[in-house]
């Protein structure tokens, strides 16, 4: 049988993509284990145990200083700025990018201008938004729109775009006037291609507030990382990092679940 | 019969290229008009310019007398052959979009008894084309047939002046366009519609149609062939159909009153 007809089956297909993932644990514990063996007090690869009982600490432990856990106001700090950020983004780039894609005279207003403030790169615009916002919560929310919401609404707008002129010329044809256009054919048709661009602004997303986080900032996530990066913790920086990761993994999942269960119709197939 | 539709000395030019020139037409009421003609002969502009999608350039189109609008509207039904359906909505919520379009013009959408009364208008309309099994079906799901039989049911659902077809069974199998066949002329008989429908099918044209135009360029500049437009070159009436109509039509109950 060829190659490319050996379709692997669900259980199969788990344990196939589990395994790469095992062995980059496996690969990890051995390089850990090897270079202890030679120095006991090796920073660079921090056995389990290390680890376990660093994070302890911040996750059981209050801080003497704040009398927080400090794992969890990281987290949740992280979240709310992620979480705002995106919120704001995706209901902005709804809106206008609904608008832009369905009516020509407002894309020809402000098209360009889209365009314009997608091209500049957000990192370039962090000090303005410093100085303008001050380094709290709203510099670092700030930071995420501008870096991803550009990008959505292009999406968005292509996406209205490119409906087929038959439908809305038979829309227009069962009586709907422009706002209905947008409610009834626009919007519903819009959605799953909202979240669609959600999930893939989350990656960006992270990125930008790892960033804001790191450069001003007194708690969360990206904060905390590039803290202990000073005293060469990798005992925490690791976890952290697949903290991270296993995050933006179930908010992806969540996504796709709330785009299969609420608009079937855009994931089903003759 | 009446003229119901008037096309008086129409124009379609797209910068220097002629599309159309010098189209006079009448459409009279209860008529089936095939439009038939070569590739790029203008037979979808006519359809665009009776639709209101586009204005003609020269010329005036009068519908009952008055100018055409220039945009689409309700009193205009229309069938293209592909994407007139919407995928996010299933077959009755297709149909009840344009009941609901007229009845709620701020949310776009019928609530209570309302919508109980627009639904099952709806179902009415799709059992008419045959979809009454297939209510909850989206179209994604539909074979080719099945979602032209949809357009219909949601462009009747309006209960049109004129039923505009954009070669609407050119993409089904033999056997299936039969069958449409025979549901377009049940239709158009049962609710007294007037239809133009443009096809590349000339069995199609005769078979369906009480009166074949056939559009192509009078003349022809082989130096500048764009700068001479197609007009209505064939313009024929098919007596033997009008004459079976009239006898079937008298035979027949015709609920015109409800038509706009």
Same mark, same amino acid.
């Given at each position: 049988m060829r190659l490319v007809n050996i379709r692997p089956n669900r259980r199969t297909a788990v344990l196939l993509g589990a395994a790469p993932l095992l062995l980059l644990v496996l690969t990890y514990l051995i390089a850990s284990a090897s270079r202890h063996a030679f120095n006991?007090?090796?920073?660079?690869?921090?056995?389990p145990g290390a680890m376990i009982a660093a994070m302890r600490l911040l996750v059981l432990v209050p801080d003497?200083?704040?009398?927080?856990r400090l794992f969890w106001s990281d987290t949740f700090a992280s979240l709310g700025r992620l979480g705002l950020g995106l919120a704001i983004s995706t209901v902005s780039a709804l809106l206008v990018g609904l608008v832009l894609g369905l009516v020509p005279a407002v894309r020809a207003t402000f098209g360009p201008t889209v365009t314009t403030i997608a091209v500049i790169p957000p990192i370039a615009l962090l000090p303005i938004l410093f100085i303008a916002f001050? $380094?709290?919560e709203a510099a670092k929310v700030a930071l995420i729109v501008i870096g991803i919401l550009p990008l959505m609404i292009r999406d968005i707008a292509a996406h209205v775009e490119a409906l087929p002129a038959e439908q809305l010329i038979k829309a227009q044809t069962l009586g709907a006037s422009t706002w209905q256009l947008a409610l009834r054919v626009a919007l519903p048709q819009a959605m799953p291609r909202l979240i669609q661009a959600v999930r893939l602004s989350l990656g960006p997303a992270w990125v930008f507030l790892i960033s804001a986080e790191a450069i001003a900032?007194?708690?969360g996530l990206g904060y905390r990382i590039f803290l202990v990066r000073r005293y060469l913790s990798m005992e925490i920086i690791l976890p952290y990092v697949a903290w991270i990761a296993l995050l933006a993994i179930a908010m992806d999942a969540a996504l796709r679940f709330i785009s299969r269960r609420g608009f079937a119709w855009a994931h089903v197939s003759r | 019969m009446t003229a119901m539709l008037s096309l008086r000395n129409v124009w379609v030019e797209y910068g220097d290229k002629?599309? $159309?020139? &010098?189209v006079d037409l009448d459409i009279a009421e209860r008529s089936f008009v095939s439009i038939v003609g070569p590739s790029g002969a203008g037979k979808s502009t006519l359809l665009r310019l009776l639709l209101g999608q586009e204005a003609p350039t020269r010329g005036h189109i009068l519908l009952d007398g008055k100018a055409l609008k220039p945009e689409c509207g309700p009193d205009r039904g229309v069938v293209f052959? &592909?994407?007139?359906?919407?995928? =996010? $909505?299933d077959a009755r919520h297709n149909v009840l979009f344009g009941l609901e379009c007229a009845r709620a013009p701020l949310t776009g959408r019928l609530f209570g008894g309302a919508r109980r009364a627009g639904l099952a208008e709806a179902d009415a309309m799709l059992a008419a084309v045959g979809l009454a099994d297939s209510r909850h079906v989206y179209p994604a799901q539909m074979s080719g047939g099945m979602q032209q039989r949809l357009a219909i049911a949601q462009a009747l659902v309006k209960r049109p002046r004129i039923l505009l077809l954009d070669?609407?069974?050119?993409? $089904?199998d033999p056997g299936i366009r039969s069958d449409m066949h025979m549901l377009i002329t049940r239709l158009w008989r049962e609710h007294a519609l007037t239809i133009a429908m443009v096809t590349h099918d000339i069995g199609e044209a005769f078979a369906l149609a009480t009166r074949v135009l056939t559009l192509d360029k009078r003349r022809h500049d082989? =130096?500048?062939? =764009? &700068?001479y437009g197609a007009t209505a070159v064939y313009d024929l009436t098919l007596d033997r159909r009008v004459a079976a109509e009239s006898a079937t039509a008298s035979s027949i109950t015709i609920d015109e009153i409800d038509n706009n």
């Open positions: 006991p007090a090796d920073k660079i690869l921090p056995t003497p200083m704040t009398g927080e001050g $380094l709290g900032s007194d708690v | 002629i599309v $159309l020139e &010098r052959q &592909r994407y007139s359906v919407f995928p =996010h $909505l070669e609407p069974f050119g993409a $089904l082989p =130096h500048a062939p =764009h &700068r």
